[in-house]
C-alpha cells in the first residue's frame, strides 16, 4: 500500500519554465517533508511542513501543505538544470508511521 | 564534520551469499535507518533503531535480512543468503532521537545480485 502518491511520476522541462509537482494521500500526516536526491546520492531534505495551509519558500520553490494534511504541493519558479533531481515527499501519519512518497523525476533541459 | 558514512558504496555478489551492508550515523544522532530503494517500489523502510535498540522491523522482508546496531556508532544489515530481487539501492540515515521528519542520508550501497 502507497500512502504518498506523487504526480507526475515524470517531468522534463526547458530553464525557465515553472513547474508544480503534487503529493497526495487519504491519511492525514502530522508533518510532511520534501527531499531531494541527485544521481548517486542519498535524499536531501529541502523542507519541513507542520501545519495545515502552511506555505514556505526556499528561494525559487515553494512548498505549501494542505489545510487537511493530506497532501502538498512543492512548485518551482524559473526551473533551472541544476533542478535536475528526483522529488521525494514523505511524512508520518497521525499513526506514528512513516512514508516516503512515489518520487517525481524531473529533468530541466538547458 | 562528517555525514553518514556507508561501506561498500558498490557490491557484487551471486545467488546465495552472505552479504553486509555497514553504515557509521552521524556522531551524536541516536536514531538510524535502514532503507531500500528500487524503480518499482521507490524508497522503503526496512528497520529503524531508537539507541540502538530495534523499534520497528516491519519492513524487513522476510527472514533473510537481519539488521543489528552493537554500539551508537556502527549498525549492519545483512542478507543470508542472497537473491537477485535483492539488487537496489540500500541507504542508511540518522537524526536525533525521534526527529524522523528530519533525516540525513548517506550515499547508499548499490547490491547486484546475480
Known amino acids: 500500500t502507497q500512502l504518498l502518491e506523487q504526480s507526475p511520476q515524470f517531468l522534463s522541462i526547458q530553464e525557465g519554465e515553472n513547474l508544480t509537482v503534487y503529493c497526495n494521500s487519504s491519511s492525514v500526516f502530522s508533518s510532511l517533508q520534501w527531499y531531494r536526491q541527485e544521481p548517486g546520492e542519498g535524499p536531501v531534505l529541502l523542507v519541513t511542513v507542520v501545519t495545515g495551509g502552511e506555505v514556505k519558500k526556499l528561494k525559487r520553490l515553494t512548498f505549501q501543505f494542505g489545510d487537511a494534511r493530506k497532501d502538498s504541493s512543492l512548485h518551482i519558479t524559473a526551473a533551472q538544470p541544476g533542478d535536475t533531481g528526483l522529488y521525494l515527499c514523505a511524512g508520518e501519519n497521525t499513526g506514528n508511521q512513516f512514508y516516503f512518497g512515489t518520487g517525481t523525476s524531473l529533468t530541466v533541459i538547458p | 564534520d562528517a555525514g553518514v558514512i556507508q561501506s561498500p558504496r558498490h557490491e557484487v555478489t551471486e545467488m546465495g551469499q552472505e552479504v553486509t551492508l555497514r553504515c557509521k550515523p552521524i556522531?551524536?544522532?541516536?536514531?538510524l535507518f535502514w532503507y531500500r530503494q528500487t524503480m518499482m517500489r521507490g524508497l522503503e523502510l526496512l528497520i529503524y533503531f531508537n539507541n540502538n535498540v530495534p523499534i520497528d522491523d516491519s519492513g524487513m522482508p522476510e527472514d533473510r535480512f537481519s539488521a543489528k546496531m552493537p554500539n551508537a556508532s556502527f549498525s549492519t544489515l545483512k542478507i543470508q543468503p542472497s537473491e537477485p530481487r535483492d539488487s537496489a539501492v540500500y541507504f542508511c540515515a540518522s537524526t536525533v532521537l525521534s526527529r524522523r521528519d528530519t533525516q540525513y542520508f548517506g550515499p547508499g550501497t548499490r547490491l547486484t545480485v546475480l
Open positions: 556522531s551524536g544522532h541516536n536514531s
